[in-house]
């Protein structure tokens, strides 16, 4: 059990990104240095450690690291470095996840990864960071949520590079980023460049695993996929149409890259029934309120026959009134998956500390530490408590 925390774009200053440039063109909300985790991690692990985290997760910075094609930062590569070394101290197991959605400004203003050559510049950065740090971490994911990045990247146009395919709207899963939207292109093009991008990001993930296992055959390379769990109620039509979204959501990508997949983590937040006439309570994403359903999503990615782990899992929750219900019954479920056969090693919650939302800013409360973003002062929420006595006792809570 543990915690997933990413240093993204602007955390701890950084400037180089994609997503820091939207910010200055008012595209998204700037970033800034965020929680600061960047900077503060020994003092966050040590929270870790004391609600009984036995694993964390991070994201390492493509642009801290490459900051000019094909030059690389030794003094970026230190920090990490540290960072692995003090989860060391803390007993905390390491997971490294080397790309999560923010891009250096050199290779988004280029084309990113609608290069052709994309799948070769991206491995080549994945294979110097595990040279550099795979003495010190045994498991990395080459990506995160491939399928997020790139839908609204070039379907929806909420986020960098704000390509929108109108006919998106007919199967949005939520309103949360709409309001980025009106500024984004339009047009027909961005559906054959998101086609581009996903076949490019399988391409990405399984070159890099081939040049991580050159360099460490023992090192553990999975993907992180966000699967959404699409269902249907009665209706045999609406059955045919959630079989059809699950394939094209989930199983397009991961039939293409889980030969070259050590593991898979899942990330798990939506589930969406077609026909259902339920009213759902809502999260503060309006997303709905559904935690038991992560079984649904680890059972689909059973099939692969790899050991998973649940890379995210949480709830924005501000007042932290509903996030230990949602812990609770979202545990319950990953255990019934093991009962039924997925072979799951660990759960992480998302996340550690509040975070920076993507396109949303800092109002979404997602963390088991309350972040004061002015004194970035941190406070333990009492769910975090419940979270440590499931992980203490590896049971089930009722």
């Not at 077609?274 to 079984?295: S, V």
């Amino acid at each position: 059990m543990g915690s997933s925390n990413c240093f993204i774009s602007g955390g701890g200053g950084i400037e180089n990104t994609d997503w820091h440039k939207a910010a200055l063109d008012g595209r998204v909300p700037i970033c800034g240095v965020a929680c600061d985790h960047y900077h503060l991690f020994t003092e966050d692990f040590a929270i870790a450690k004391s609600l009984g985290h036995t694993a964390h997760r991070f994201s390492v910075e493509w642009a801290r690291i490459e900051p000019e094609s094909g030059k690389f930062n030794e003094e970026a590569i230190q920090h990490y470095r540290e960072v692995l070394l003090e989860l060391k101290r803390q007993g905390l197991k390491p997971f490294i996840t080397l790309w999560h959605f923010t891009l250096p400004l050199w290779f988004s203003e280029s084309g990113g990864f609608e290069r052709d050559d994309a799948p070769e510049i991206f491995a080549r950065y994945s294979a110097f960071v595990v040279s550099r740090l795979g003495d010190l971490c045994e498991n990395f994911s080459t990506m995160n949520e491939p399928n997020v990045f790139a839908s609204n990247g070039w379907l929806r146009g909420s986020w960098p590079p704000f390509k929108r395919f109108t006919l998106t709207d007919l199967v949005s899963i939520t309103n949360s980023n709409r309001q980025y939207v009106s500024r984004a292109n339009k047009g027909l093009r961005p559906l054959f460049l998101y086609f581009k991008v996903m076949n490019n990001l399988v391409k990405a993930h399984n070159l890099a695993y081939k040049e991580i296992k050159k360099i460490s055959s023992s090192t553990d390379v999975s993907v992180v996929e966000h699967v959404i769990v699409f269902d249907a109620n009665w209706n045999p039509v609406n059955k045919i149409v959630a079989k059809i979204a699950n394939y094209f959501w989930t199983y397009t990508f991961m039939n293409k890259v889980v030969s070259s997949c050590d593991s898979i983590g899942l990330n798990y937040y939506f589930y969406k029934q077609f026909g259902d006439k339920r009213q759902w309570k809502k999260t503060d994403m309006d997303w709905n309120f559904a935690p038991e359903h992560i079984y649904d999503a680890l059972m689909m990615l059973s099939r692969y026959k790899k050991p998973l782990f649940v890379s995210e899992g949480g709830v924005a929750d501000y007042d932290d009134s509903d996030r230990a219900e949602y812990i609770k019954k979202q545990v319950l479920g990953t255990w019934r998956a093991i009962q039924d056969g997925a072979d799951v090693r660990g759960h992480m919650y998302w996340s550690l500390l509040d975070n920076y939302e993507w396109a949303l800013g800092f109002e979404k409360r997602f963390g088991l530490v309350e972040v004061d973003y002015k004194t970035l002062k941190r406070r333990i929420r009492p769910s975090a408590y419940v979270y440590k006595e499931i992980c203490e006792s590896n049971t089930v809570l009722e």
